[in-house]
């Protein structure tokens, strides 16, 4: 499953329940058998996707991404920290440029030194707009990033970011409020961001209940993602609770 049928995949998902959940897999947090066993759950949980990757990486991606891919049947979608966080054992890759930020190493730097690479591994990358939004906390992101993350109380700033992702030709749009962090990004920033752009939008970070998972859901987005509170708390049964309350 190649990007093109992972964003059809994606658009089927919201066609049936009208949202969808993602959930994110670091490399950095767990071995093979951890990992794979987790993303067993993650599928018979009624999750859409997984996500693998953070702003971290030691660990070597290639096994991880092999064995996930011989475990389970949901898409594998990269999202890189940077160049080096690449591997072929995936569907897809979400090709970031953070937008958000001011650091040309982030908006382009990274994506022209992954780009040879994801050719040879024949990665159709989607083009995504990154939008690191205040949550509260330094996050990892921000500062390996070494960007500012846009004040949450910042709806105008935000939704221009957006639109200029749109513009630009970018497929998707992610709101990060970062791992770990404080605070998710607002509903007030989702609608606002959702309003302005006609192109599928993801919400991360700082979503530790299902019940703040379906509330960012009805502010408009498209897609949830969560991966640190299921490293700290994570089970069976809390994923799918997740699941059904992003599919509503």
Do not use: W
């Given at each position: 499953m190649r990007s093109?049928?992972?964003?059809h995949?994606?658009?089927?998902?919201?066609?049936?329940?009208?949202?969808?959940?993602?959930?994110?897999?670091?490399?950095?947090?767990?071995?093979?058998?951890?990992?794979?066993?987790?993303?067993?759950?993650?599928e018979q949980a009624g999750a859409d996707a997984i996500l693998l990757?953070?702003?971290?990486?030691?660990?070597?991606?290639?096994?991880?991404?092999?064995?996930?891919?011989?475990?389970?049947?949901?898409?594998?979608?990269?999202?890189?920290?940077?160049?080096?966080?690449?591997?072929?054992?995936?569907?897809?890759?979400?090709?970031i440029s953070l937008i958000s930020g001011r650091n040309p190493n982030y908006l382009i730097g990274e994506q022209v030194k992954a780009a040879p690479w994801?050719?040879?591994?024949?990665?159709?990358p989607i083009?995504?707009?990154?939008?690191?939004?205040?949550?509260?906390?330094?996050?990892?992101v921000e500062f390996m990033s070494g960007t500012a993350?846009?004040?949450?109380?910042?709806?105008?700033?935000?939704?221009p970011h957006?639109?200029?992702?749109?513009?630009?030709?970018?497929?998707?749009v992610y709101l990060e409020a970062g791992s770990g962090a404080a605070q998710p990004v607002p509903d007030e920033m989702i609608a606002a961001v959702k309003n302005q752009i006609n192109i599928p939008l993801i919400v991360g970070g700082g979503i530790r209940t299902p019940k703040i998972a379906a509330e960012k859901v009805k502010a408009g987005a498209d897609f949830i993602v969560t991966g640190n509170v299921l490293e700290k708390n994570g089970s069976f049964e809390l994923m799918k609770d997740f699941a059904n309350a992003v599919h509503g």
């Open positions: 093109n049928s992972v964003l995949y994606f658009n089927e998902v919201l066609k049936k329940h009208n949202a969808g959940y993602f959930v994110l897999i670091d490399p950095e947090q767990c071995e093979v058998d951890k990992c794979t066993k987790l993303a067993v759950e993650v990757g953070g702003s971290f990486l030691t660990n070597d991606l290639h096994p991880i991404a092999k064995a996930l891919k011989q475990e389970t049947e949901l898409p594998i979608v990269l999202f890189p920290g940077d160049s080096m966080h690449l591997t072929p054992y995936a569907d897809a890759i979400l090709y994801i050719q040879r591994y024949a990665l159709k083009p995504t707009g990154y939008m690191l939004i205040e949550g509260g906390n330094k996050t990892a993350p846009i004040p949450r109380d910042k709806p105008d700033i935000a939704g957006a639109l200029a992702a749109e513009y630009l030709g970018m497929q998707m």
